[in-house]
């Protein structure tokens, strides 16, 4: 089964640090692998994502993520941390149903001034 | 292109009562998954429905939650005799059909049941 572990549900960075998030996952197939983030009462919107190809992957509002199959790990990273990226993020591998995913427990990122 | 519908936003039931949530995909899109959000958890998955079909529902609790994507109108996730510990956020999303490029789900808003 797929699944993905996400280390550190709380991460706090000052405004203009380097941010990580860490996610490794587990899968018996390649996996495709997905980073979304979540503002407070919304849903959840897509960072970006990894099905095949390169391997650093470039999403929105700055972000990247680079496959890592040795270490089956997807760490998302921003080089300079603003205010507004304070919120939730979820890592997510998909099931294999459909496009259907199975979600880490998330990480909070906390920007301090 | 509207994005993907929640309705109602916030519901408030007593235990015992019935949950109905709607959700309506974004325009084009015929495949709806639909997720539960507890507290200080991720999202976990219930099921997946195409357009008059159930084809994957291994996240579904066995008693008391059903989920439906008629033919005409929104997917609507039933949950029946509510308990303290459905209180959660119910995220719906929806993909379209053979989207093997994108792999892509967009989420609607969430609906927060809240069980008393």
């Known amino acids: 089964a797929q699944s993905v572990t996400q280390l550190g549900s709380h991460v706090s960075v000052s405004e203009g640090a380097l941010v990580l998030l860490r996610c490794n996952y587990s899968s018996s197939v390649p996996p495709y692998l997905f980073w979304y983030v979540q503002y407070p009462n919304q849903g959840l919107q897509l960072l970006l994502k990894?099905?095949?190809?390169?391997?650093l992957v470039k999403g929105i509002n700055g972000f990247e993520a680079e496959f890592k199959k040795s270490e089956t790990s997807f760490h998302l990273t921003k080089p300079s941390a603003h205010m507004s990226d304070a919120a939730e993020y979820f890592c997510?591998?998909?099931?294999?149903?459909?496009?259907?995913?199975?979600f880490g427990k998330g990480t909070s990122l906390l920007v301090t001034p | 292109n509207a994005g993907v519908m929640q309705n109602p936003r916030h519901l408030v039931r007593r235990r015992g009562q019935e949950a109905r949530l709607r959700c309506s995909p974004m325009k084009g899109h015929s495949h709806v998954y639909w997720y539960r959000q507890l507290p200080e958890e991720g999202l976990k998955f219930m099921v997946y429905l195409q357009k008059e079909n159930i084809i994957d529902e291994s996240g579904m609790p066995k008693e008391r939650f059903s989920a439906e994507f008629p033919k005409e109108g929104p997917s609507i996730l039933r949950i029946q005799q509510v308990v303290r510990g459905d209180s959660a956020a119910y995220f719906c999303?929806?993909?379209?059909?053979?989207?093997?490029?994108?792999?892509?789900?967009?989420f609607g808003p969430g609906t927060r049941l809240t069980v008393t």
């Open positions: 990894y099905t095949t190809g390169a391997t």
């Open positions: 997510a591998v998909m099931r294999g149903s459909g496009y259907a995913l199975n």
């Open positions: 999303a929806s993909s379209p059909q053979g989207s093997s490029q994108s792999y892509e789900q967009y």
